[in-house]
């Protein structure tokens, strides 16, 4: 069955750093997301994309963050100077129906 | 904000009941979802009720609408310790924005 693969499955950075976080979505979804969930708490929408451009994006998402889809197949997630609030779980989705594909997750800790 | 929000925040029941969980919502939608998530593990969804749609059954669950309400309900019968897990609704609204928007969740535990 078609999954949507992310790596690292953990990071661990100091706060400053650049991170990117690599998702592969299913290959003939249309749209992608990245949703993040701090521990305990709610998932949060960060941003969509569609047509190789960003479709909406949250107010979490802000100058800090980045997404690119570089080759056709990987979706990426750059943070470029991470903070300790930034520490979460992030998912990447996919899907071409309404529903949504969820990958296992990274989890980022900013030290 | 169109967020939904799960009732109760923590369900604890015995194997073989009924576990019903509530989630409300503010805007008006195209479709409600529900997902479930294992601690630490992503979300997988479970069903998919559009806002014409007033019930919908996928095996064990079954899930209502009343958009009147602006409400759903999760219904899983026969629990077993296996649908141990947090539970999330998530809506799009009608109209704006395609993105989904989650709930707070909700923990489910099934005792043996």
Request: glycine share 6%; hydrophobic share 30%; charged share 25%.
């Amino acid at each position: 069955e078609p999954e949507v693969t992310q790596t690292p499955s953990h990071q661990v950075t100091q706060m400053g750093q650049e991170v990117i976080l690599r998702c592969v979505p299913i290959s003939n979804h249309l749209y992608f997301y990245w949703y993040r969930q701090i521990l305990g708490q709610k998932v949060e929408f960060l941003v969509s994309f569609y047509n190789n451009e960003i479709s909406e994006k949250s107010e979490i998402f802000d100058d800090q963050f980045s997404v690119e889809r570089p080759d056709g197949s990987n979706f990426t997630l750059k943070i470029r100077s991470t903070k300790l609030e930034d520490s979460a779980m992030y998912f990447c989705a996919s899907d071409s129906t309404g529903e949504l594909f969820f990958g296992e997750g990274s989890r980022l800790t900013v030290l | 904000s169109q967020q939904g929000e799960e009732d109760p925040q923590a369900l604890s029941i015995q194997e073989g009941e009924n576990a019903t969980m509530n989630c409300s919502y503010k805007t008006s939608i195209n479709n409600l979802q529900w997902y479930r998530q294992n601690s630490g593990r992503g979300l997988v969804h479970l069903i998919l009720i559009r806002s014409n749609e007033r019930e919908k059954h996928s095996g064990r669950l079954r899930v209502t609408l009343d958009t009147s309400k602006k409400s759903s309900s999760l219904l899983i019968t026969a629990s077993r310790a296996a649908d141990t897990a947090s539970y999330f609704c998530a809506t799009d609204a009608r109209g704006g924005s395609e993105k989904l928007v989650f709930g707070k969740g909700m923990k489910l535990t099934v005792n043996p």
